[in-house]
């Protein structure tokens, strides 16, 4: 029996691990947390803190499904936030048009790192990396290093707020963009090639895969999930900021590892990934709650990400 449940163990833990592990964090907190943690005004609280996460999450998932990393992810968020933000405050241009500038700039920034993985041949780690300071440097150009703010209600409301007072725009974002892309990953050529690139990219290849076509394409749903994010994030707070998204590559990455996709590429699901930004918010939430400063909760999020991939590759070894 004990056999039999080793062999069933990876396959079980792909399945419902991730949902295992969000269950047992509501119930541990729910515990020995504050009576208010499971309320229903917390929990949603914990899915509209999570949404942004969630979107950035859903980026990062494709990047690393082929085996690569985006380290851009802040700055990116940061960069069309600004973009979007002077567009409506300085340029008079109606919120739904500068939305929708923002979020092909972040496409473009994404189009920018896929063009540089494919030119120069390096990992993907090494010009993320460096176009992370680039874009932080064009928004701190762009800003004079100063905030932009005042927005539009609508603005506000449709992209951070709520929609007719009850329905969380954020919340709604996230659920329509992740659907999407897993509709794209799961049941399109180009996202089945995308997992086959995961897989081995050299098999791909030569089985007649443009790989640096699906690269290109990779990197700009990246930099347009990083960019929406970064709309998203600005109307909840109500102004641009040009340190905006600092930090948020470790939340993008945790959330798509913890949510079961493969640091080697080839193995992941939206759906998980979306679980696993709700698990980093249900985290965030609860240590608040509990009164644990946020230099312990980065500890966490830095231990989450280690054990991940290291059950990641216990369980590959053994299948």
Same mark, same amino acid.
């Given at each position: 029996?004990?056999?039999?449940?080793?062999?069933?163990?990876?396959?079980?833990?792909?399945?419902?691990?991730?949902?295992?592990?969000?269950?047992?964090?509501?119930?541990?907190?729910?515990?020995?947390?504050?009576?208010?943690?499971?309320?229903?005004?917390?929990?949603?609280?914990?899915?509209?803190?999570?949404?942004?996460?969630?979107?950035?999450?859903?980026?990062?998932?494709?990047?690393?499904?082929?085996?690569?990393?985006?380290?851009?992810?802040?700055?990116?968020?940061?960069?069309?936030?600004?973009?979007?933000?002077?567009?409506?405050?300085?340029? *008079?241009?109606?919120?739904?048009? &500068? @939305? %929708? =500038?923002?979020?092909?700039?972040?496409? $473009?920034?994404?189009? !920018?790192?896929?063009?540089?993985?494919?030119?120069?041949?390096?990992?993907?780690?090494?010009?993320?990396?460096?176009?992370?300071?680039?874009?932080?440097?064009?928004?701190?150009?762009?800003?004079?290093?100063?905030?932009?703010?005042?927005?539009?209600?609508?603005?506000?409301?449709?992209?951070?707020?709520?929609? *007719?007072?009850?329905?969380?725009? &954020? @919340? %709604? =974002?996230?659920?329509?963009?992740?659907? $999407?892309?897993?509709? !794209?990953?799961?049941?399109?050529?180009?996202?089945?090639?995308?997992?086959?690139?995961?897989?081995?990219?050299?098999?791909?290849?030569?089985?007649?895969?443009?790989t640096k076509l699906h690269t290109l394409i990779v990197?700009?749903?990246?930099?347009?999930?990083?960019?929406?994010?970064?709309?998203?994030?600005?109307?909840?707070?109500?102004?641009?900021?040009?340190?905006?998204?600092?930090?948020?590559?470790?939340?993008?990455?945790?959330?798509?590892?913890?949510?079961?996709?493969?640091?080697f590429g080839g193995r992941g699901k939206i759906p998980?990934?979306?679980?696993?930004?709700?698990?980093?918010?249900?985290?965030?939430?609860?240590?608040?709650?509990?009164?644990?400063?946020?230099?312990?909760?980065?500890?966490?999020?830095?231990?989450?990400?280690?054990?991940?991939?290291?059950?990641?590759?216990?369980?590959?070894g053994k299948k």
């Open positions: 029996m004990d056999s039999r449940l080793k062999k069933k163990f990876p396959a079980l833990w792909e399945r419902f691990g991730t949902v295992g592990i969000l269950v047992l964090l509501l119930l541990v907190i729910g515990i020995f947390g504050p009576p208010q943690f499971l309320s229903k005004n917390n929990l949603m609280q914990i899915a509209i803190q999570s949404s942004v996460t969630g979107l950035i999450a859903c980026g990062e998932f494709f990047a690393i499904l082929i085996a690569g990393i985006d380290l851009s992810v802040g700055s990116v968020m940061g960069l069309v936030g600004m973009v979007t933000a002077r567009l409506m405050v300085l340029g *008079n241009v109606p919120w739904a048009t &500068a @939305v %929708l =500038i923002g979020i092909l700039c972040g496409a $473009l920034c994404g189009a !920018f790192n896929g063009l540089m993985i494919n030119l120069t041949g390096l990992h993907p780690f090494v010009i993320t990396l460096g176009t992370q300071s680039i874009f932080r440097g064009l928004v701190l150009i762009l800003s004079g290093a100063k905030s932009t703010y005042g927005f539009s209600k609508q603005f506000k409301d449709c992209m951070g707020g709520f929609i *007719n007072g009850t329905v969380p725009s &954020a @919340v %709604l =974002i996230m659920a329509v963009v992740a659907v $999407l892309l897993w509709l !794209f990953s799961s049941y399109t050529i180009c996202g089945r090639n995308i997992y086959a690139m995961g897989g081995n990219k050299e098999a791909a290849w030569f089985s007649g895969i443009n990197h700009m749903i990246c930099g347009a999930c990083f960019g929406l994010a970064g709309i998203v994030y600005t109307a909840r707070i109500g102004s641009a900021e040009p340190l905006a998204g600092e930090g948020y590559e470790t939340f993008a990455i945790a959330s798509a590892i913890i949510g079961g996709t493969s640091f998980t990934v979306v679980i696993g930004s709700l698990i980093i918010g249900t985290i965030n939430n609860g240590l608040n709650m509990l009164n644990v400063g946020s230099y312990y909760q980065q500890i966490v999020t830095g231990s989450l990400i280690i054990l991940a991939v290291t059950l990641d590759s216990l369980v590959k």
